[in-house]
């Protein structure tokens, strides 16, 4: 491809950042009243799971640790969450949802559902559904695995 014909080539990631920016700052401006962002929401909706170590956390939200980490200390700072160090290995630390995080996604759960209605009226139900389950197989796409390959060697792949 000739460098001139880069500006006119669709990016596969751009086009779904540029999504997920535009749906995220809907969510998040519905969440405003309840003084969460929606990436705070769905740590601590995660949670209602139980609790779970960094890890774990980490996994389930398709995050790395060091963005989870900074995602994390809010959520500490405003005492919604709690960090401990797990009873089987004191080196591996144990997030849990506190009372105050549990009563503020209860909360917050009618501008959440509200959120999700909206979306799925303007974009159609349908549509909403069938977009979720493309991200989900674009997370289950193994697209990953190419990464712990040298460039060379993905190159050969």
């Not at 790395?64 to 200390?73: F, G, H, K, S, V």
Request: charged share 25%; with cysteine; proline share 3%.
């Amino acid at each position: 491809m000739d460098i001139e014909q880069l500006a006119y080539t669709p990016c596969y990631c751009s086009s779904l950042r540029q999504a997920s920016r535009y749906l995220t700052s809907f969510y998040d401006q519905m969440l405003s009243g309840t003084g969460l962002r929606v990436t705070q929401f769905s740590i601590l909706a995660k949670l209602l799971r139980g609790s779970a170590n960094v890890n774990q956390l980490a996994k389930a939200m398709v995050m790395d640790r060091t963005t989870l980490a900074r995602n994390l200390q809010p959520l500490v700072r405003e005492k919604l969450i709690v960090i401990r160090p797990s009873e089987q290995d004191r080196r591996e630390r144990v997030i849990e949802l506190s009372a105050r995080g549990r009563e503020l996604v209860a909360a917050a759960q009618p501008a959440w559902e509200r959120a999700q209605k909206l979306f799925a009226e303007r974009f159609g139900q349908e549509q909403a559904e069938h977009m979720r389950a493309m991200m989900g197989a674009v997370v289950d796409s193994g697209v990953h695995e190419l990464l712990e390959k040298t460039p060379l060697e993905a190159e050969r792949a």
